[in-house]
C-alpha cells in the first residue's frame, strides 16, 4: 500500500471526536451521558469543516440488505406493546440514538474525503488518544497519579473502571496496524513503543475476556500474513507483532501496586474455576435469562425488566450480606438480555446486522486490506458484556 503525505489542513477535527470515550468526571460513577455529550460537541466543528469540501468521487454504495435490518431493528423492540413496558419505549430508542449519530456522521466523512484518509486520519487519531489513555492506566496501576481519577474499580486509567479500559483497548489493536500503512520508516519505533503500551495495559487489566481476544487477534493475523505475504514479508511482518505481545506480556508480569485482579496467573487459572464468584454469578445471570426465553420466547419480559426479574430466580444474592456484590445487574451477554426483554425478533436482527457487516467487511477486503483489520474490531463484539 502507497503511503500517503500529511496535508496542512484541518482533517484533525474529524479525529478529535475520538477523545469523547475517555472524557471523566472525578464527580461522577456513569461516564457515558457526559462522553455522549462531549462527541455531539466534538462533532460540531468536524461537521463545519466536512461541510466546506466539495465532493469529488462517486457516492458511497450502501448494501441493501444491511440497510434494510438496520432499519427493521429499532422495530423489534415494539414488543413492548405485547409485554406491557411500552412505557419504556421511548428510553430504549434513546439508547440507539449514539450509535445511528455515530453510522451517519462515519458515512459523510467517506463521502467527503474518501476512504484512504479515513483511514489515515482515524488510525492516527485512535493510536494517539489509546495511547495517552494506557500510559495513564498505566502510571495509575503503579500508583503514579498525574491528575485526579475515578477510583471505581482500578485499574481504569481515566475512567476508573477496568472493564470500560479492555473494551475500549481491545478496538484499537486492528488501528495501529492500520497506521503502519501512513507513516513513514522511521516513525516504526514510536508505533511499536505504542503498541506496547496499549497491550500491556490491556493485559494489567486482567480482564480474562479481553485476554483471550488479543491472542486470538493474533493468532488470526498470524495466518492471515502466513497465507498472505510472500516469504521475506512474512517475517519482516511477523516478528515485530510478536516481539510487541511479548514485551507487553512480559510488562504486565510487573505486580501491580493498585488493581482489582493482582495475579496474573491465578487470574487465568479462573476461567476453569466453577468456584470463583465472577464465573457463578455469571452463569447465573446466564441461566436466568434462558429461563426467562423459555417463559416469554416470542414477546419477552419487557424492555428494561431483566434486573428486575432476575431476583425471581436467584433472589438469595439479594441479601443485606451479598448485595454489596451484585453491581451491574445486567445478563452480562447482550445477545441473551435482547432475546430475555423483547422476544426472538431484537436478537435475529441483532444477529443479522453483525453477520453481515462481517460479510461485507470480507468482500472490500479483496481490495484493501484495511478491511480486514477492520475484522477485528468485530471480534470485540464476542467481548460485550460477557
Known sequence: MNKHKTQNNYDW?????????????????????????????LVIPAFLYLNKIKVNQEAISVNRTLFISL????????????NGSSGMLLLQLTYLLPSVFILIFTLYTLIKIGEEKFFKI??????????????IGLLQVMSMELIPLPQIIIPGS??????????????????????????KKDYTPLLLFAGVVNLSFLFFTRSRS????????????????????????????LVPIIGVYIIAFLLSLIPPVKGERADFGANVTSVVDT??????????????????????????VGLQKWSGIYPKYYGNEFVDSQIYFIHSIHSHNDFLELFAENGFAAPLAY????????????????????YFLYYFLHLQQLDSHS
Open 158 to 183: 481515566t475512567i476508573g473502571h477496568r472493564g470500560f479500559a479492555a473494551e475500549y483497548l481491545l478496538p484499537a489493536i486492528p488501528f495501529l496496524l492500520i497506521l503502519k500503512n501512513y507513516i
Open 275 to 300: 468456584e470463583n464468584r465472577s464465573n457463578k454469578m455469571r452463569m447465573n445471570f446466564w441461566d436466568a435469562s434462558i429461563k426467562m426465553i423459555k417463559e416469554n420466547p416470542i414477546t419477552g
Open 210 to 237: 479481553a485476554l483471550g481476544l488479543s491472542i486470538l487477534i493474533l493468532i488470526v493475523l498470524s495466518v492471515y500474513i502466513i497465507l498472505k505475504k510472500d516469504h521475506k514479508d512474512k517475517i519482516k511482518t
Open 71 to 82: 432499519l427493521l431493528f429499532p422495530f423489534t423492540f415494539f414488543t413492548s406493546f405485547l
Open 351 to 370: 444477529i443479522t446486522i453483525i453477520l453481515l457487516i462481517i460479510y461485507n467487511l470480507y468482500k472490500k477486503s479483496k481490495s484493501n486490506e484495511n
Open 13 to 41: 477535527l474529524v479525529g478529535l471526536i475520538l477523545v469523547s470515550p475517555i472524557v471523566f468526571s472525578t464527580k461522577l460513577l456513569e461516564m457515558d451521558n457526559l462522553q455522549k455529550l462531549v462527541l455531539f460537541i
Open 122 to 135: 482515524i488510525s492516527f487519531s485512535v493510536v494517539i488518544v489509546s495511547t495517552l489513555f494506557s500510559f
